[in-house]
């Protein structure tokens, strides 16, 4: 109840728009793209707070250290620990598996510079769970977020990609000169 009363009181002094699409009703990878700015934090929180959806987010081990820790656990945050990401699947999947319902919160393109292609662990997340897709935008262009169109995945990577492309291609993100068109370095394969 707090965290909504905290995410209307967001929208209404913010200069952004909230346009979204409905949450989903079961686990999701929630793709936050493009993810240009440190604003896109608040944005996902605003945006999750608002919809009622219950997020879980990846973040580096050190965010999790000293006081920092259980501020960013009770924020959905599940630490990883880089020289071993696969256990973050089978994590995932023990949550899914226990009937935990939640937005994963993924943003594919990485950090908020300096990349030319997004990450392909949403992709794999999402085939090895068979959690769908749901895109998640921050436009600046209309100073709009939300979240756009939720689907499965169907193990044709070029052809996921260009469903992806094809939603994000007119979202330019906080900052657009840091955008990175949603591309993964083998779109051959099956993620």
């Keep these: 109840m707090l965290r909504r009363l905290v995410a ?10 909230l346009s979204t699409s409905p949450a989903p ?21 605003g945006i999750a707070w608002r919809l009622g959806v219950d997020v879980r987010w ?15 656990r009770a924020l959905g945050g599940i630490p990883v620990d880089r020289s071993d990401p696969s256990r973050v699947v089978g994590e995932v999947v023990q949550r899914v598996r226990a009937g935990e319902v939640f ?47 939720t689907f499965e995945l169907t193990g044709d990577v070029a052809k996921d990609m260009d469903r992806i492309r094809d939603f994000y291609a007119d979202k330019s993100g906080v900052r657009p000169e840091h955008r990175v068109e949603p591309r993964l370095r083998d779109e051959t394969g099956t993620g």
Excluded: C, Q
């Design 58 to 72: 990846l973040g580096k081990n050190s965010l999790f250290r000293g006081w920092r820790g259980p501020i960013m």
């Design 103 to 149: 937005g994963l919160v993924v943003t594919p393109d990485g950090t908020r510079s300096g990349h030319t292609h997004w990450k392909s662990g949403f992709y794999r997340i999402a085939r090895e769970t068979g959690m769908p897709v749901t895109l998640g935008y921050v436009d600046r262009t209309t100073m709009t977020t939300g979240l756009g169109p």
């Design 25 to 45: 009703d079961r686990p999701t990878i929630l793709i936050g793209a493009p993810h240009t700015s440190n604003w896109d934090f608040a944005f996902m929180l």
């Design 8 to 17: 209307r009181a967001f929208w209404s002094l913010s200069r952004w728009r």
